[in-house]
């Protein structure tokens, strides 16, 4: 685990992000930060809609037209990204120094070519890296992410791979383009739970590189990350180290969703208002619909709490 005594290597604070829509002004992420340590795993997870993608996305200047960063700073290199406007600013570090493990295999990968060129063209795109020095390092990077015989796939084409194996492409990929930081977007999505497994096993095998990962895969964020981040209708409303999240979280939503796991008896109960029900009244509990906990001081929106060498967002820990 990445020593929190060193200075982070990205650092978000207050981040505020919003999309125009129809003439409206929406409000995706609220006030959100984070840091990132050498050598770690960090997993954000959520539900969907809460908006751990778009704040991820806003590391390497992947929003949407419509999106901007309309707040708080994300400090990289003595850089603030949040002031990055156009492309040729945001491909000094894509690719190069953060690069991004996209979450669909299947629309990511180029069906036309071989899998051990696509690979090579990251190297040779970031790295400035050609010929058969570019082949020798896609086939390190393969047997990275624990591609077997390495050789005969480095020949073969997206449709000849199961889609536990094509994410691992993109993961070998993701890391081809010789960035110390890696951002991967839902990795596991639509996968069954033996593809997981070999997600999983690649990521564990990345070594000193720094990843965050996006998931809503609660057992996969358990499997790979050394700390974790918990969202909520656009706020980070959780966090802490995984061992203490996932065996005791503090946050009554945290809590849900780990209840709602079948393991654990699929017990959780957060009653049937939306999740954004309160999003847009900025004096109320984004959770206060759903929370079993709520009481009358939860219609003021509770701070990011320090619980020892964690946070929270709730009133229940002010005491």
């Not at 949407?64 to 700073?73: C, E, F, M, P, Q």
């Not at 002031?83 to 979450?103: F, H, L």
């Not at 070999?198 to 990345?206: H, K, S």
């Not at 974790?228 to 945290?254: C, K, N, R, T």
């Amino acid at each position: 685990m990445a020593n929190m005594e060193r200075e982070p290597i990205l650092s978000a604070r207050d981040v505020e992000i919003s999309f125009s829509l129809r003439g409206r002004k929406l409000n995706a992420i609220r006030r959100c930060s984070l840091d990132l340590y050498q050598g770690e795993t960090l997993a954000i997870v959520g539900e969907s809609g809460s908006g751990k993608s778009v704040f991820t996305k806003s590391f390497l200047g992947m929003l949407d037209a419509n999106g901007s960063i309309t707040g708080g700073t994300i400090m990289f290199e003595g850089n603030d990204l949040a002031k990055y406007k156009t492309e040729k600013d945001w491909m000094t570090i894509r690719g190069k120094k953060i690069s991004m493990v996209m979450q669909d295999p299947m629309t990511s990968l180029n069906p036309l070519k071989k899998i051990g060129r696509q690979i090579e063209e990251s190297i040779e795109l970031n790295q400035g890296i050609k010929g058969p020095e570019a082949k020798k390092l896609a086939l390190e990077m393969l047997k990275k992410v624990g591609i077997p015989d390495p050789e005969r796939r480095y020949q073969q084409y997206p449709h000849e791979f199961s889609g536990g194996m094509r994410q691992r492409v993109l993961i070998a990929m993701g890391i081809a383009a010789g960035a110390d930081l890696v951002l991967a977007d839902e990795p596991t999505k639509g996968l069954d739970r033996r593809r997981i497994a070999l997600v999983e096993d690649a990521f564990q095998r990345l070594g000193e590189r720094t990843l965050l990962c996006v998931t809503h895969d609660l057992r996969f964020a358990h499997a790979i990350s050394s700390r974790v981040v918990v969202m909520y209708a656009s706020q980070q409303i959780e966090s802490g180290d995984s061992p203490s999240f996932f065996a005791e979280p503090l946050h009554p939503y945290s809590r849900a969703m780990l209840e709602a796991l079948p393991e654990n008896g699929l017990r959780a109960n957060m009653g049937f208002a939306p999740p954004r029900q309160d999003v847009d009244a900025q004096s109320v509990c984004h959770f206060y619909g759903r929370c079993p906990w709520r009481s009358e001081r939860c219609r003021k929106a509770p701070p990011l709490m320090t619980v020892g060498k964690r946070k929270v967002r709730c009133w229940k820990y002010a005491d």
